[in-house]
């Protein structure tokens, strides 16, 4: 372990290492419940996905501690599983949207070995990367919303709030109330306790079943035969570019954020501000995509939570590690995942949107230019119920209002080509 992972070259120890891993898993094992409960609504099977979920994150962040050395862990990312069940599924079929998720891994992989993520990086301006990130935040948050049963369809406004009385939108909301308290509080893992919390709470109002025995909680994983191999390759090439272009961008761009945003709380960065061996953590990100797809789920990505772990001293790639272990443990918690209702998942999708909207506050809202453009955005992404037609309406107006105004120069030539695009995803 000292030889392989350099421990006291990086200033720690085993003991602090594997508390790291542990913390990181606990911060981030709501996916385990939540992916499953996102991904079925598609028409997916449960167990399977759940299977799939806690196998794809295990190898992925013990691939990422082993190749790159770094405490970072991957799984399912938020918001790309909404994309994947609430817009693509919806238009396609699942296997159909897992064949896209496979393309936009094999894309991720070849612009990383390229290196032309970092042309792309430098186009893109920041008002829409931050736009995109919290119309995402948003997305998520209107989803756990429907899903918790607050706000409900309208024939006369479209949406409207949902009868707060019901037993459900109660548990709901108590759930929220809870996850809420904890984070205020930083507990570690809030997210997966309220979760827990809510579901327990769940079985006294009699909406979350009662576990009968040991059974119901620890077993056999579910099998991963119903989504294995499942994918639509062909399929998703007839898709359309934006949508390829939506799961890809996406998660490249949270990819790199979150790579950046940990590593500096960790010291990773050199002098001129960049992250040694990021190229192999990218390639490892884009690896665990196809490799999740291949497996039966969503776009797996570096998760902002290995920030957790980083705070509790993790260093080296043994947190990886121990927090993918604890993830390949995990599977054996299948028949817990049965129990967890709806209602207790719900509350965790509107936490997770409160999270990721902080990217408005790097958006310039006193230069219009910037601004508009990253609004659309922002409007777009829950109201058209599409993260694609909200980087659309981004890229499309944002050179518009550029050059309208007399800064067209300002625009990089790769945007107007997004732009170009972005016209033919809307009108042709």
């Known amino acids: 372990m000292e030889r392989f992972f350099r421990l006291k070259e990086n200033k720690t120890n085993m003991q602090t290492e594997i508390i790291a891993g542990i913390t990181t898993f606990m911060t981030m094992a709501y996916i385990i419940f939540v992916n499953p409960n996102i991904l079925s609504a598609a028409g997916m099977d449960f167990g399977a996905v759940m299977t799939a979920t806690a196998l794809a994150a295990g190898i992925a962040t013990i691939l990422m501690g082993l190749v790159t050395n770094y405490p970072f862990a991957l799984a399912s990312g938020m918001g790309l599983n909404a994309f994947f069940a609430f817009v693509v599924a919806p238009i396609a079929g699942w296997q159909i949207a897992l064949g896209a998720v496979f393309i936009s891994g094999i894309v991720f992989f070849l612009l990383s070995v390229l290196r032309i993520i970092d042309v792309i990086d430098f186009a893109v301006p920041v008002s829409l990367k931050r736009a995109i990130s919290a119309g995402i935040g948003l997305f998520i948050a209107f989803i756990g919303l429907q899903g918790a049963g607050v706000i409900v369809g309208s024939p006369a406004t479209q949406v409207t709030l949902g009868d707060l009385n019901a037993p459900g939108v109660m548990l709901s909301l108590i759930g929220l109330a809870i996850i809420a308290i904890l984070m205020a509080r930083r ?13 327990v709470i769940g079985m006294f109002m009699g909406i979350a079943r009662t576990p009968a025995g040991i059974g119901d909680i620890i077993g056999r994983p579910a099998s991963l035969l119903p989504v294995l191999g499942q994918l639509d390759i062909r399929g998703a090439l007839g898709l ?137 955005t922002l409007l777009f992404m829950p109201l058209a119920f599409s993260i694609a037609d909200g980087i659309a309406i981004g890229f499309l107006a944002y050179p518009i209002v550029k050059a309208v105004s007399g800064r067209a120069k300002e625009v990089h030539w790769f945007v107007y080509v997004l732009a170009v695009v972005s016209f033919i995803h809307f009108f042709l």
Request: aromatic share 8%.
């Open 187 to 199: 507990v570690k893992g809030a997210i997966l306790l309220g979760i827990l919390i809510t579901t």
């Open 240 to 376: 359309g570019f934006m949508l390829i272009f939506a799961f890809v961008f996406v998660d490249v761009f949270d990819t790199m954020g979150t790579l950046m945003g940990t590593a500096a709380r960790a010291g990773f960065l050199d002098k001129e501000g960049r992250l040694p061996k990021i190229k192999n953590a990218m390639l490892v990100d884009a690896v665990g995509t196809a490799g999740g797809a291949l497996l039966g789920t969503s776009t797996v990505t570096t998760y902002v939570e290995s920030a957790a772990g980083i705070s509790e001293g993790g260093r080296t790639g043994l947190t990886s590690l121990v927090t993918g272990v604890l993830f390949l443990l995990a599977l054996f918690l299948a028949p817990l995942a049965g129990l967890v209702p709806p209602q207790a998942t719900a509350p965790a999708l509107i936490i997770v949107g409160v999270l990721m909207v902080g990217g408005v506050a790097g958006i310039n809202f006193e230069d219009f230019t910037e601004a508009f453009p990253a609004f659309l």
